[in-house]
């Protein structure tokens, strides 16, 4: 944690690609650790607003090829921060969906599939009702890769919300009759 406090406290507003690594791999670590929760707290909200704000900084380098691997990491870990830490969550959800939305490159997406999977599978999963229209083109897109669509599946499949379940039928995105 000492190592977290001082990463934090060093921590410049100016986006570099190394620091923004290593402190997405930190707070992966110190996460791990048996911590309380004003301790928990505090890590998120370094890591979900000030001064790393992941949310702003993944969707500003959403399609920098250099940024790929600390976005898909950053998204894992924000997969993660919803699984374990889903009572702490509460004013960044919005924050998260909007930027799990974004338009990433096809190996990036994957990862924020991942982490909408897990917020389908929370107790926050009824904050998806409001995002059904980009629900919906996210299984329209013809042009997803295949190694996109089984996570893309899985992700409909978590979904647990009635009204989004329906409004994602066949019928519904399509515009045809079931055959």
Known sequence: MDQWVALI???????NLQKFYKVVQSAKEVLKEDLADFEIEWVLQSVLSDPVNVTSVLVKHRSN?????????????????????????????????EMCLQPF??????HAMKCLMALAASE???????????????????????????????????????????SLSFEAITNQPKF
């Not at 406290?9 to 986006?15: D, K, L, P």
């Not at 490159?105 to 994957?110: A, F, H």
């Open 9 to 15: 406290e060093n921590y410049s507003t100016e986006e």
């Open 65 to 97: 090829d250099a940024w790929s691997q600390a976005t898909s990491d950053a998204l894992d870990l924000v997969s993660s921060i919803i699984t374990v830490h889903n009572q702490h969550i509460d004013s960044y959800i919005k924050d998260i969906i």
């Open 105 to 110: 490159q096809p190996y990036v997406r994957k």
């Open 124 to 166: 926050h999963s009824q904050h998806l009702d409001e995002h059904v229209p980009a629900l919906r083109n996210l299984l329209r897109r013809a042009d997803e890769p295949l190694s996109l669509r089984v996570p893309l599946a899985q992700l409909f499949g978590s979904i647990r919300i009635p009204s989004l379940k329906n």
